[in-house]
């Protein structure tokens, strides 16, 4: 079975600074998709990028990359410039052939002044 | 394009009753997946529909089932509900094409057993 696992439960930043967050996964697969989602107190879940585990090249979508360690089963999240808006829980995701995410225990991003 | 949509979005019910929330696919999703999430053991995943038919099922006793119909829309249902089934119930639709495996979620369903 696959697992994902964030160790760190709360992390804090100040505004706009740099901030990364961790994730490893266990999987035997080798094909598979990685994603990081972010839930506000609203709790809409909001998806900020995916990574496909083919891919060599670290996703980036504006603001936010990750640094994808195929070997390494490590799967991080770097939040530039910091913004209040990015305060949230946000998750790391696995899906591969089951068609369903696993996810890990999420972090909680405090943003500061 | 019009996102996924839940409802209701809050409910409440007593032990021993059952519910059916709804979901509604971003049009053109045929995936739709359902996603229990509780402070104690996180989000974890109930089941997959996929063209009317239960493609992946977790770990959930029988007294959680759902359906989907032709146009994609989902329905799960809880019966004989227990104090434990309290919790936010998230929907999330996906293409489900070999070009991408992205979920997109509604903004839940609470559900308060008491």
């Known amino acids: 079975a696959q697992t994902v696992t964030q160790s760190q439960p709360e992390m804090s930043v100040q505004e706009a600074e740099t901030v990364t967050l961790s994730c490893t996964y266990d999987?035997?697969?080798?094909?598979?998709?990685l994603f990081w989602y972010k839930q506000p107190p609203s709790r809409q879940m909001i998806l900020v990028i995916r990574q496909e585990a083919y891919k060599q090249q670290n996703a980036t979508e504006n603001r936010f990359s990750v640094n994808f360690q195929k070997a390494a089963k490590s799967f991080s999240l770097k939040i530039s410039d910091s913004q209040l808006g990015d305060a949230a829980m946000y998750f790391c995701?696995?899906?591969?052939?089951?068609?369903?995410?696993?996810f890990g225990t999420g972090t909680r991003l405090q943003v500061t002044l | 394009k019009a996102g996924v949509t839940q409802t209701p979005r809050y409910l409440i019910k007593t032990r021993g009753q059952q519910v059916t929330l709804s979901c509604s696919p971003i049009?053109?999703?045929?995936?739709v997946s359902w996603y229990q999430q509780t402070p104690g053991q996180g989000l974890q995943f109930l089941f997959e529909y996929f063209s009317e038919t239960q493609r992946n099922k977790g770990n959930f006793p029988g007294r959680f089932s759902g359906r989907q119909f032709s146009n994609s829309r989902s329905e799960m249902n809880v019966s004989t509900l227990e104090l434990g089934d309290s919790a936010l119930y998230l929907c999330?639709?996906?293409?489900?094409?070999?070009?991408?495996?992205?979920?997109?979620f509604g903004p839940g369903t609470r559900l308060t057993v008491t």
């Open positions: 049009s053109g999703h045929r995936s």
């Open positions: 999987t035997s697969e080798s094909d598979y998709y």
């Open positions: 999330a639709s996906s293409l489900d094409s070999t070009e991408s495996y992205e979920q997109y």
């Open positions: 995701a696995y899906t591969g052939t089951a068609s369903k995410l696993t």
